[in-house]
């Protein structure tokens, strides 16, 4: 199995990106898929995700508005369009699949515990804002 980013690079402040977590060896859509970043000197941190059964998406607050996600089936593939990318939005940009029907973390599930939950990650994508 692999889940593979791409889409990352440099851009500069208030420009957009898309990001794409492309899967060998599973089905995404039998997946929620969680994208999360870490930032320079900073923890891991959970940004969005898109449940598995409905395709309901859920971001926390510091991309609420400026994020969407979405997926190709027929590719095999999620993305994150990222918009009005600010500094701040520097960092390494993981995708992970957790084979579960809900968003660990998110809405009515955020109580559950996160990180943990994830079955496969990416090796991650560096996105670069610059000011």
């Known amino acids: 199995v692999q889940l593979v980013e791409s889409g990352g690079g440099l851009v500069q402040t208030g420009g957009s990106l898309r990001l794409s977590c492309a899967a060998s060896?599973?089905?995404?859509?039998?997946?929620?898929i969680h994208w999360f970043r870490q930032a320079p000197g900073k923890e891991r941190e959970g940004i969005s995700c898109m449940r598995s059964t409905d395709h309901s998406t859920y971001f926390e607050d510091p991309v609420k508005g400026r994020f969407g996600m979405s997926s190709d089936n027929a590719k095999n593939t999620v993305y994150l369009q990222m918009d009005h990318l600010q500094p701040e939005d520097t960092a390494v940009y993981y995708c992970?699949?957790?084979?579960?029907?809900?968003?660990?973390?998110?809405?009515?599930?955020?109580?559950?515990?996160?990180?943990?939950?994830?079955?496969?990650w990416g090796k991650g994508t560096q996105v670069t804002v610059s000011s």
């Open positions: 992970a699949a957790d084979y579960s029907y809900f968003c660990a973390g998110y809405g009515p599930w955020s109580t559950v515990p996160r990180e943990y939950g994830m079955d496969y």
């Open positions: 060896g599973i089905t995404l859509d039998d997946y929620s």
